[in-house]
Each structure stands twice: as C-alpha cells, then as structure tokens.
C-alpha cells in the first residue's frame, strides 16, 4: 500500500488547487524579459569575396589561394539509392596553403550555379572528393565535387569556393566544357 500526502502552509486552502496557467520568470537585476532587438547580431556579416575566370588562381590574405581547374560536363549514373542520373558537371578545384601555420579544409564549401541561376545540386554520383583535412604550409590539396545540371555542356556557370567556414569565398565564372 501506498500513500501520499501533500502539505500546505497552516490557514492556507491552496493545498487541492491545481496549479496555475501562469508562470513566474526568475531574472537578474536589472535584466529585461523581453529581448532587445539590438541584443546580438541579427544576421551573418557578409564574407568578403574575390571574383575570377575558371582557371585563375585567387589568392587570400590569408595565405591561402584557390584555382578552378576544369568545369566539365559528364552524365552520372545513379547507383545508391537517392542519386539521380543524367546531365552534371564536375568541378576540380585546388587550394594551396601559403601561409605559415596548416589549414583545415574540413568545412570547405563549393557551389555551383548557371548563369541563368539554376543552381547545381550536389551529388554522390560521379565520384566526389571533396577538399578535406589539414593543408600544410606549403602544400596543395585537390577536390572533385559534381553537381547535376540540366543541359550542362558549354553553359555559363559560377562557381563559389569557401575553403573554411567564416573566410573569404572565391568566385570563379565561365563555360562547362
């Protein structure tokens, strides 16, 4: 058997209320409850960019410099469930470290997208390698990375490289080849 018991202060007919729909908020001194608008950064600063055609080499100050070394059009063929065949392009970019301290590339983002503003939609299919690990002073790394695109052959494209989270982004533009 069990039994439970509640406890009240004495004179008080709170001890069978139910408890109630509103809530006390406990603050600092001096806090507000209600959030500033000016608390915080309300958006992204934006990164800065540096544009060039496919197969120029944009250089960073940061040490860092990034080339697109070929945009080429292929047709992918699905083979993992999700993947989707047809019409792509694949993207070949190197980064090289000029810097003197390693670089991780592990939160390299590339997009691509045509001029007509159809963007390129990542895939599995084609053998991706993205750019990944850390990039010793002095060394290159290469990534694949391909993109399904409707009729890709000898369409305008822009690609973006951001080859670490909060660094600048390199803008390349030019023909699928």
């Known amino acids: 058997m069990l039994s439970l018991s509640a406890c009240a202060p004495a004179g008080s007919d709170d001890a069978g209320a139910s408890p109630s729909s509103s809530a006390t908020q406990i603050l600092p001194p001096g806090a507000s409850a209600t959030p500033d608008a000016g608390d915080g950064p309300q958006t992204a600063a934006p990164l800065p960019t540096q544009e060039a055609a496919v197969g120029e080499t944009v250089a960073f100050d940061t040490g860092i410099s990034v080339v697109i070394d070929s945009v080429t059009a292929i047709t992918v063929e699905a083979k993992t469930p999700g993947e989707v065949s047809g019409s792509a392009v694949v993207v ?86």
């Open 92 to 177: 070949d970019v190197t980064a090289k470290n000029g810097s003197s301290q390693a670089q991780s590339l592990d939160s390299a983002v590339v997009m691509l997208s045509a001029q007509d503003g159809e963007p390129g939609i990542g895939t599995t299919a084609g053998d991706p390698k993205p750019l990944s690990g850390s990039l010793e002073p002095g060394q290159s790394s290469a990534g694949r990375y391909v993109f399904m695109l409707g009729s890709a052959s000898a369409r305008p494209v822009s690609v973006s490289v951001n080859y670490a989270a909060g660094e600048p982004v390199a803008i390349f533009t030019g023909k699928v080849s």
